[in-house]
């Protein structure tokens, strides 16, 4: 008879490609007064958990997921801790964007129409969403970011098979390392993913020896998360397409959230774009995220701005994970 040891429920979707894991059913109870420490609790005492979703065989090297926690403070409805393949993010917008579809849709929340607000607490503060709502099907969904800033302008880093690279230091809810691909004679395609995944981690480990990256206003955001390449439209429809390589050589199939927040606040910061002028970035598969950056503020003594990212996303599967008393894999492996 088969005897499992451990039971998880989630809900898969994916936004613009970007698989998105939500564990709705075999949380334990987590404890901390902040999501940061929550996060921190999990991080020390769950990584388990993680893994066993994450990794294969149940996940892959590019698998993405969510926790969904209850609220830490008033005005959020829900919070939320972001898990990859190699540990826990502070902010995700594709899983903004995809939580919102899944909580709407399933009736997680009250619907009201035209449009769902939904508040969540995540890691990097607190990130509020509006899913439009037709009474029948949830459609696209639009969040507020935290304010976005430039950290570092025009940082120039030496890579074992690039070269020199120069690019800035951004936060848009997570520090990335934004480059041009045409430094390394690269466009934003499937057939060059490869190249693409080196360039980000070579960049990503230059900059990391080079530079130690801190929040101006809140000292637990200290980690770059990954380098974000731009490069000229690979489709139609959009300004630019971009790629991001994050974590442990992960790639983004969407054109990143938090990505895509950061790059309309340093293109306006760098005066190249205009208050609510709309901007479509596109990912490495075509998919397409709008952004408009609605105010300008101060991030400590930084220049920051506040942005709102549209998206959609598409519910892919109601999965049940079990673990098997006899699996020699509780938390499966990481292979490239």
């Not at 959020?76 to 709407?104: P, Q, R, T, W």
Request: proline fraction near 6%; aromatic fraction near 10%; charged fraction near 20%.
């Amino acid at each position: 008879m088969l005897n499992f040891t451990r039971t998880l429920q989630t809900i898969d979707a994916h936004t613009g490609g970007e698989p998105l894991r939500i564990l709705v059913s075999g949380m334990p109870p987590v404890p901390g007064s902040n999501i940061l420490e929550k996060r921190a609790w999990l991080k020390a005492n769950r990584d388990d958990l993680r893994q066993f979703l994450m990794n294969e065989p149940r996940g892959h090297a590019d698998m993405y997921g969510a926790y969904l926690l209850p609220p830490t403070t008033p005005q959020a409805d829900f919070g939320v801790v972001f898990i990859h393949n190699e540990g826990y993010s502070d902010m995700c917008g594709h899983g903004i964007i995809a939580l919102g579809k899944v909580l709407v849709e399933m009736g997680y929340v009250e619907r009201t129409a035209p449009a769902t607000r939904i508040g969540f607490d995540a890691p990097a503060g607190f990130i509020e969403a509006h899913v439009e709502w037709d009474g029948t099907r949830a459609g696209a969904v639009t969040f507020r970011n935290v304010p976005a800033f430039i950290f570092m302008r025009d940082l120039e880093v030496e890579t074992p098979n690039f070269g020199r690279i120069t690019g800035d230091i951004v936060f848009g809810g997570a520090f990335y390392y934004y480059i041009n691909g045409d430094q390394a004679n690269l466009e934003i395609k499937p057939e060059q993913v490869r190249s693409l995944i080196q360039l980000g981690a070579e960049t990503k480990a230059a900059v990391k020896e080079k530079i130690q990256i801190r929040h101006p206003l809140e000292p637990g955001l200290n980690e770059l998360y990954g380098t974000i390449i731009d490069g000229k439209p690979n489709c139609g429809g959009v300004d630019q397409s971009n790629v991001c390589i994050f974590a442990d050589r992960e790639v983004d199939r969407s054109p990143t959230g938090t990505g895509t927040s950061g790059r309309a606040a340093q293109l306006f910061l760098r005066g190249q774009l205009g208050l609510n002028e709309p901007y479509v970035n596109g990912s490495i598969v075509g998919s397409r995220f709008t952004v408009r950056v609605t105010e300008a503020v101060k991030v400590g003594d930084l220049d920051g701005a506040i942005t709102e990212v549209t998206g959609t996303a598409h519910v892919s599967g109601f999965n049940q994970w079990v673990l098997e008393d006899s699996d020699p894999f509780p938390t499966g492996f990481f292979l490239r």
